[in-house]
């Protein structure tokens, strides 16, 4: 393998330049200390307008036959904490993701005092594990001091952080699910100016995960206000993407419209039976949004499962007690959950009642579990053991200390395919990477849009994603997603995203920016990965790299770890703030 140079050329590659209206054009690129020098269309008669000095690497790529595009940015990732513990981040690099959003979903690992981050980190260990080593997680408390271990550290993607909604309500009022006093929103907002001048570039929300889902909308206004002052974005895991989910995008509408925040709808998906075929609905209220003048994007996942903790599907009341155990172990505590998840439905599964069927489950804490219970749903687990399925999922999240992560098959494809094709749509792949058997999102989300929902489905084939046979197509009515080809697709996964990030000098192929790059055949890039084999890398990506540096080479990662951090920052010789 060639090692990583200072210079390369790309001789005859055909550019995609991520924003979506310029068409694919053939060209000589030069990248030099991590930045594009140089870019030199190739002429008809196949010759450049000049000759690029390079001094190191010439890359062929077979006049066209390779395309290069920005890098990837996943608009929504939880990769918080694997950035540092599984430092080669293979799952990412792989599939040309360069850039990567973390502190998602209202709760992550900043701010925090000793008691939170406690808390937190056995809260959410199903989505970022949770490592022994005790020095780990001494390193930082406020956000500025995450990001400067992220730095220190040498991670393999550039990452951005949204500071966590959820997090401010813990340092000043724990888990309680009572309202705020003024006081308390007051002393949330310093907490929230504090991380933005640490260099957040937004605020999440997890308005299904305590205690973030105990804020009231006049809390969020204030706290969204502060947002606008910093001109970050809010991005909301709203309220319901169950039962009420066109009532929750509209209170996140409503809020964009009071405060004037940049609105980003994070996973925007209608799950579950009571949104069989509503993106419609969706659509119509966010082009609204649109014609009134607020500024409002979004991202998906281009699959049908979501995921999550087993944990998270417990009623709120449940999850906010200081000791779930003890409540679990009361009979007529579990009487009250029982009916609340088989009869009136709990907030933990967004209004809507437990179907064990649709619960599979992806990963567990503890190893010797993973046998009996990893690959399965709780109602096949039940069957086979002749118990009720209601106390497999109780026995279970005992034994795995709260750990275990799920994949809930509620998705409608009608309804994702929609939602992509919209003007706003970003990509995110909401990953979760440390799960015994993970979402193949992690590993495939950006290569899965291009291969299969650009080319596959125009060419009218389709790759069941159940079986672990990687090249098993069947036919299907061919259909065009992306109106814009391939043009289009590559501006989502990257012109667009860096723009919802105001990034000024990336997700674009443009001279000066930096290079985060990906080159990749366009009719053989696809995902891999499966429900049945999950952690498998893309196919069809040649190189990729991050901020000039070569992370994968001839489709082999190279263990290069050239990532940054991309921070708010004061801006120059003002009060303003710009991402850099």
């Known amino acids: 393998m060639v090692p990583n140079q200072d210079s390369l050329l790309f001789k005859s590659a055909s550019v995609v330049d991520g924003t979506g209206h310029t068409p694919a054009y053939q060209a000589d690129v030069l990248v030099e200390n991590g ?16 000759q690029p000095d390079v001094s190191n690497r010439v890359v062929d790529c077979e006049d066209g036959k390779w395309t290069l595009s920005p890098g990837f940015i996943d608009m929504h990732a939880h990769s918080d904490l694997s950035l540092l513990h599984t430092p080669k981040h293979l799952a990412k690099i792989t599939q040309g993701v360069t850039t990567e959003v973390t502190g998602q979903d209202g709760i992550s690992y900043s701010p925090v005092t000793d008691y939170t981050m406690a808390r937190i980190r056995k809260q959410i260990a199903g989505w970022n594990g949770n490592p022994t080593d005790p020095d780990f997680f001494e390193r930082w408390r406020s956000v500025k001091e995450y990001l400067d271990v992220l730095d220190e550290s040498k991670i393999a993607t550039n990452a951005a952080y949204l500071v966590p909604q ?3 309500r813990m340092l000043v009022k724990g888990w309680d ?5 003024q006081v308390e929103i007051d002393a949330m907002k310093e907490h929230l100016h504090d991380a933005f001048k640490g260099g957040a570039v937004g605020m999440s929300s997890g308005l299904t995960y305590v205690p973030g889902m105990f804020a009231d909308t006049a809390e969020l206004t204030q706290l969204c206000r502060v947002v606008k002052q910093y001109d970050g974005y809010f991005c909301p895991h709203h309220r319901s993407y169950g039962k009420n989910a066109i009532q929750a995008y509209a209170e ?14 994070t996973h925007a998906t209608l799950n579950f039976p009571e949104n069989a075929g509503r993106a419609d609905e969706l659509i119509a ?3 609204k949004a649109l014609e009134e003048g607020l500024d409002v994007t979004l991202d998906t996942y281009p699959y049908l499962p979501g995921s999550t903790t087993l944990a998270a599907l417990l009623p709120s009341w449940v999850s906010s007690a200081d000791n779930k155990l003890e409540v679990l172990s009361d009979p007529a505590q579990l009487a009250k959950i029982r009916h609340q998840a088989l009869v009136e439905g709990t907030d933990g599964c967004y209004g809507c009642t437990l179907n064990w069927d649709i619960i599979e489950i992806g990963g567990v804490q503890d190893p010797s579990l993973a046998d009996a219970y990893v690959g399965k749903t709780l109602g096949s687990i039940a069957r086979s053991l002749d118990k009720d399925p209601f106390d497999v999922w109780i026995s279970l999240l005992k034994a795995d200390d709260f750990g275990t992560t799920i994949m809930q098959h509620a998705g409608h494809e009608a309804n994702v395919r929609k ?6 749509h970003t990509g995110g792949s909401d990953g979760i990477l440390t799960s015994t058997k993970p979402h193949p999102r992690g590993w495939g989300t950006f290569p899965r849009y291009i291969g299969h ?18 090249d098993e197509f069947v036919s299907v009515e061919p259909e065009t997603i992306f109106e814009g080809g391939l043009e289009e697709v590559v501006a989502h996964l990257t ?7 105001r990034l000024k000098d990336r997700g674009l192929v443009k001279e000066g920016y930096h290079a985060d790059l990906v080159l990749f055949d366009a009719e053989a890039i696809r995902d891999v990965a499966t429900f049945a084999v999950p952690e498998v890398p893309a196919a069809g990506i040649r190189m990729v790299l991050v901020n000039g540096r070569v992370a994968v080479d001839e489709g082999t990662p190279t263990g290069e770890r050239s990532g940054r951090t991309i921070r708010l920052r004061q801006a120059d010789g003002g009060d303003g703030f710009v991402v850099s």
């Open 453 to 470: 929902y650009h080319r596959d489905l125009r060419q009218g084939r389709s790759r069941d994603l159940h079986t672990d046979v990687a």
């Open 419 to 424: 939602i992509m094709r919209h003007r706003v």
């Open 285 to 287: 209220m966010i082009d």
């Open 495 to 501: 012109g667009r995203a860096a723009a919802v990030l």
């Open 166 to 168: 959820g997090n401010l």
């Open 252 to 265: 996140m509408l409503d809020l964009a419209r009071n405060t004037g925040v940049r609105l980003h709808f």
């Open 177 to 181: 699910s009572a309202a705020c006093s």
């Open 35 to 50: 930045t594009i020098k140089a870019i030199h269309p190739v002429n008809r008669d196949g010759n450049t307008q000049s």
